[in-house]
C-alpha cells in the first residue's frame, strides 16, 4: 500500500484522500462521507486495511453538482439520476425538476391567497345558494388517433374533461372522472367545499391507479384532468395536466388553469412565447399527471371561486386548446346561443384544424334560479 503525505498523493496519482477532496470540491468530510452511505458519490477506492477513502479528481465535478442539486432541494433519488447524464441531458432534467418546483409553489400560493381570503370574512366559508348552470359536453375522436382517450362529463353540479395517455389512457381518464362523481348528486356545502375537493382528488388519483394496473398497461399510462364542481354561487376547481378551463365575463375569456407542462415553465421564465410553443417539440411534455405508478408532482390544484349570472365556462382538453387559438375560442363561446351550440362549434373548429388528437369539452352557463 502507497502511503499518503497529506498532499493528495495516494494510492495512484490521479487519487487524492478524502481530506484533499473535501478542499477541491468545496465540501466537508463529513457530507462526503454522507453522500458515499447514500450511494450519490462513492469513492474511487476504500483501502481494504484500513477503511480511507480515496477519491478520483475528476469526481469533483460530480460531487460539487450534488451539493447544489441539494442546495435546491432536489430528492436524492432523482439527484441518482442526474448526475448519471451527459451535460445536456443534466440540464434538462433540472429544467424539468425546477419547473414541477415552480408550478407546485404557485398553486400552494393560490391556495394560501384563497385561504386568506376566506378566513378574513365573517362569514367564514358560506355561501348561499343562488346560482345554477346550463351546461352541454361533447368529445371527438379527431382524425388522426385511432381511438378516444378523452373522458367528459356535464351535470347540474359536475363539469369535468380528462386526457387519458398511454395503453391505459382511456381507462385512467374514465376512471378520473368517475371518482368525482359522489360529488355531484346533492352537492357539497361551502363550508366544505375546500375538503371535499381535496378527498376528490385522492380517489381521483387512487382510481387511476387501480384502472391501470387492472388493464395491464405500462405504468407510463395515466391521465390529465380537470373539473369543477357548484355549490350555491361557488365553484370548486380540481386540475392536474395541461386540459384547461375558462371563463368567459363581460366578453373577455379568462384562462382559470394553468399548464403543468415543460413549455408553460419556459413560458413562465421568459425563455419561450405562447406563438413558438404551439410548434414546440416537447410541448406535451407534463410535469404533473396523474399516473399509473403515482401521481407526479404534489397532486392536483385546487381553487374555490365566485361564480357570477352570465359567466360561460369551457373546460376542454389540449385536443382544442393546442390548435385553436383564445381568439376563436372567445369569439365561439361569445357567439353561442346556448352550451350545446358552443361545444359543437368548438369540435368543428378543432376538425378544421386538422384534429391531430381527441378533442373533449364542456360548457356551462351560469344562470339565477
Not at 111 to 135: H, K, N, P
Not at 160 to 186: Q, R
Not at 193 to 220: G, M, T, W
Request: glycine share 10%; with cysteine.
Amino acid at each position: 500500500m502507497t502511503t499518503d503525505d497529506g498532499q493528495g498523493r495516494g494510492p495512484g496519482a490521479a487519487l487524492v484522500t478524502i481530506g484533499a477532496f473535501a478542499r477541491l470540491s468545496r465540501l466537508s468530510a463529513k457530507a462526503l462521507r454522507r453522500y458515499d452511505e447514500l450511494g450519490l458519490l462513492p469513492p474511487a477506492l476504500v483501502d481494504p486495511v484500513n477503511g480511507y477513502r480515496y477519491y478520483d479528481r475528476a469526481q469533483v465535478r460530480a460531487a460539487r453538482l450534488v451539493a447544489w442539486l441539494r442546495r435546491i432541494g432536489m430528492p436524492l433519488a432523482r439527484i441518482r439520476e442526474v448526475i448519471a447524464l451527459e451535460p445536456g441531458a443534466a440540464a434538462a432534467a433540472i429544467r424539468v425538476y425546477w419547473a414541477r418546483v415552480e408550478a407546485e409553489t404557485a398553486a400552494r400560493r393560490d391556495l394560501a391567497a384563497f385561504l386568506i381570503d376566506q378566513l378574513s370574512t365573517e362569514d367564514v366559508m358560506t355561501s348561499v345558494g343562488t346560482l345554477g348552470i346550463r351546461y352541454a359536453a361533447g368529445t371527438d375522436t379527431g382524425a388522426v388517433r385511432e381511438t378516444n382517450q378523452d373522458a367528459v362529463y356535464a351535470g347540474a353540479r359536475l363539469l369535468a374533461v380528462a386526457d387519458g395517455f398511454g395503453a391505459g389512457g382511456a381507462g385512467a381518464s374514465t376512471a378520473a372522472i368517475e371518482a368525482l362523481k359522489p360529488l355531484a348528486p346533492g352537492g357539497v356545502p361551502a363550508a366544505e367545499l375546500l375538503n371535499s375537493l381535496h378527498d376528490a382528488a385522492e380517489r381521483a388519483a387512487h382510481a387511476v391507479r387501480d384502472a391501470v394496473a387492472a388493464s395491464a398497461a405500462p405504468e407510463e399510462s395515466g391521465t390529465t384532468l380537470t373539473a369543477m364542481v357548484w355549490t350555491g354561487s361557488q365553484l370548486g376547481l380540481v386540475h392536474i395536466g395541461d386540459s384547461r378551463a375558462y371563463l368567459l365575463r363581460g366578453g373577455e375569456l379568462f384562462r382559470m388553469t394553468h399548464d403543468h407542462s415543460l413549455v408553460q415553465s419556459m413560458i413562465d421564465d421568459g425563455s419561450l412565447t405562447e406563438e413558438e410553443a404551439f410548434s414546440h417539440p416537447q410541448r406535451a411534455m407534463l410535469l404533473k399527471v396523474l399516473a399509473g405508478d403515482g401521481t407526479s408532482g404534489s397532486g392536483p390544484d385546487l381553487d374555490v371561486r365566485d361564480a357570477r349570472p352570465g359567466d360561460r365556462y369551457l373546460l376542454c382538453s389540449d385536443g382544442l386548446s393546442a390548435v385553436v387559438d383564445g381568439g376563436e375560442l372567445a369569439r365561439v363561446l361569445a357567439g353561442a346561443d346556448e352550451p350545446g351550440t358552443a361545444v359543437r362549434e368548438l369540435i368543428a373548429l378543432a376538425e378544421a384544424a386538422g384534429a391531430p388528437d381527441n378533442v373533449a369539452c364542456a360548457v356551462a352557463d351560469v344562470v339565477e334560479l
